[in-house]
């Protein structure tokens, strides 16, 4: 079976094993050959290696979607995580202390970096962007159940509904804790994490909503008569990280928090986030009147060419002052570089905020198949194993990064995460 079937097969109710998923999805994924060399620490998983756990959660996944009667992408997507939730495992097990000085084994961050290594690989198996992002929130929030239920629910639980269907997540929640050899304490307690995000939930009105704060949104609106798109998205894009933050506590607040942009404007940044090839340029293009800061072009003016290194320090040194104008001057301001890691994304995106702009980010989310045969065309084209290693570097951003964080899918749409 191709990985392109995999969608209308599992979505029609007919079962899968891990290894027939695991066949499917290797010449895309061939990371999914480590997950027999991991091992898991004992306490929390006798069934071996992660290979063991992810066909024993598969099972699971397949039992449960058949008892809450799910069908086409929502069947299919949970069990496509349940296969690869724990794929980040094979790239950040290791050995560390507890707090009674015992080695212990563990896997700090798997989950969000497994989502980052598959966001790309995942685009050449032809699926619909809805259905690879619901994979993909789904491997990211799988341990983030017990995050949201601490400390404040009605702002925690509402914050997670909005990054992940939160019925689908705490079905998985449930195979992960089933596909165990014992059923021992911390298996217990994902199986109760979920019973109580799932009655959480269902208390804050949030259990199985497209969009978990749509009343904040139409307040917002309501208190801003006659605002620009952009104003509206400061206004949202700002109000709503700061409640969740506790920060602010009503829409009044949010709307409050922009009334001097819409008196005196406000400027613009936009971060362009992609590997080399992927479209980057085309989508500068989109924004005809905004200052682009383009971290080839600074090279290429500052060094030999564009893909000169050895004048980085100038380059990062020259744009951001550049930034920094065309922020002051209450401009547009377009970020033209790869921009694959969060730190880097931070570094640029602080300057924003310093200055009271709209953030966003928009993702070249193009296949790696495509993207590989751009650089290939150009007169000097990138080398594949930099290419390589981009797509190994790359964290996927996270909604929380900016105001607005757009993805523009293979097929022309554009999904906000």
């Known amino acids: 079976m191709r990985a392109a079937e995999l969608p209308a097969h599992l979505g029609a109710a007919q079962p899968l094993s891990f290894e027939e998923i695991r066949a499917a999805l290797l010449p895309l994924v061939p990371l999914l050959l480590k997950l027999e060399n991991p091992p898991q620490d004992a306490q929390w998983h006798a069934e071996g290696n992660v290979a063991v756990h992810s066909a024993w959660v598969v099972q699971e996944a397949h039992t449960l979607a058949e008892a809450a009667r799910l069908t086409g992408l929502e069947r299919g997507a949970l069990i496509v995580a349940a296969a690869l939730h724990d794929i980040g495992k094979a790239l950040t097990t290791r050995e560390e202390p507890d707090e009674a000085g015992d080695?212990?084994?563990?896997?700090?961050?798997?989950?969000?970096?497994?989502?980052d290594h598959l966001a790309y690989q995942l685009l050449d198996a032809g699926w619909s962007p809805a259905f690879?992002?619901?994979?993909?929130?789904?491997?990211?929030?799988?341990?983030?159940?017990?995050?949201?239920?601490?400390?404040?629910?009605?702002?925690?639980?509402?914050?997670?509904?909005?990054?992940?269907?939160?019925?689908?997540?705490?079905?998985?929640?449930?195979?992960?804790?089933?596909?165990?050899?014992?059923?021992?304490?911390?298996?217990?307690?994902?199986?109760?994490?979920?019973?109580?995000?799932?009655?959480?939930?269902?208390?804050?009105?949030?259990?199985?909503?497209?969009?978990?704060?749509?009343?904040?949104?139409?307040?917002?609106?309501?208190?801003?008569?006659?605002?620009?798109?952009?104003?509206?998205?400061?206004?949202?894009?700002r109000g709503l990280r700061d409640w969740e933050a506790g920060l602010i506590h009503t829409p009044h607040e949010a709307a409050a928090r922009v009334q001097e942009?819409?008196?005196?404007?406000?400027?613009?940044?936009?971060?362009?986030?992609?590997?080399?090839?992927?479209?980057?340029?085309?989508?500068?293009?989109?924004?005809?009147?905004?200052?682009?800061?383009?971290?080839?072009?600074?090279?290429?003016?500052?060094?030999?060419?564009h893909t000169d290194q050895r004048v980085n320090g100038q380059v990062m040194q020259a744009a951001r002052e550049a930034v920094r104008v065309g922020l002051r001057h209450k401009g547009?301001?377009?970020?033209?570089?790869?921009?694959?890691?969060?730190?880097?994304?931070?570094?640029?995106?602080?300057?924003?905020?310093?200055?009271?702009?709209?953030?966003?980010i928009?993702?070249?989310?193009?296949?790696?198949?495509?993207?590989?045969?751009?650089?290939?065309?150009?007169?000097?084209?990138?080398?594949?194993?930099?290419?390589?290693?981009?797509?190994?570097?790359?964290?996927?951003?996270?909604p929380a990064e900016a105001h607005t964080v757009t993805l523009h899918a293979p097929d022309g749409e554009l999904w906000t995460l």
């Open 103 to 115: 080695v212990r084994l563990c896997s700090p961050g798997h989950a969000r970096r497994g989502k």
């Open 362 to 398: 928009e993702v070249a989310w193009t296949p790696p198949n495509v993207f590989s045969a751009r650089n290939a065309a150009r007169s000097q084209p990138v080398p594949a194993a930099i290419l390589s290693a981009q797509l190994g570097s790359l964290e996927f951003p996270d």
């Open 261 to 305: 942009a819409a008196r005196h404007g406000f400027p613009q940044l936009t971060v362009l986030c992609g590997p080399s090839g992927s479209g980057k340029s085309t989508l500068a293009a989109q924004y005809p009147q905004a200052h682009i800061v383009s971290l080839d072009a600074l090279r290429a003016r500052l060094g030999k060419d």
């Open 332 to 360: 547009h301001v377009v970020w033209d570089a790869g921009s694959l890691r969060r730190d880097q994304r931070a570094q640029v995106l602080g300057l924003g905020v310093a200055y009271g702009a709209l953030t966003r």
């Open 132 to 237: 690879l992002l619901t994979v993909l929130r789904l491997v990211a929030e799988h341990h983030s159940l017990h995050r949201a239920l601490k400390g404040d629910l009605e702002r925690g639980v509402p914050a997670l509904a909005r990054r992940v269907p939160l019925p689908l997540l705490t079905l998985l929640a449930r195979a992960d804790a089933r596909g165990r050899t014992v059923l021992g304490e911390d298996a217990r307690q994902g199986e109760d994490t979920a019973d109580l995000l799932e009655l959480a939930a269902r208390e804050l009105g949030v259990w199985n909503v497209d969009d978990p704060h749509a009343a904040f949104r139409a307040e917002v609106q309501a208190l801003l008569p006659g605002a620009s798109p952009d104003l509206l998205a400061l206004a949202l894009g």
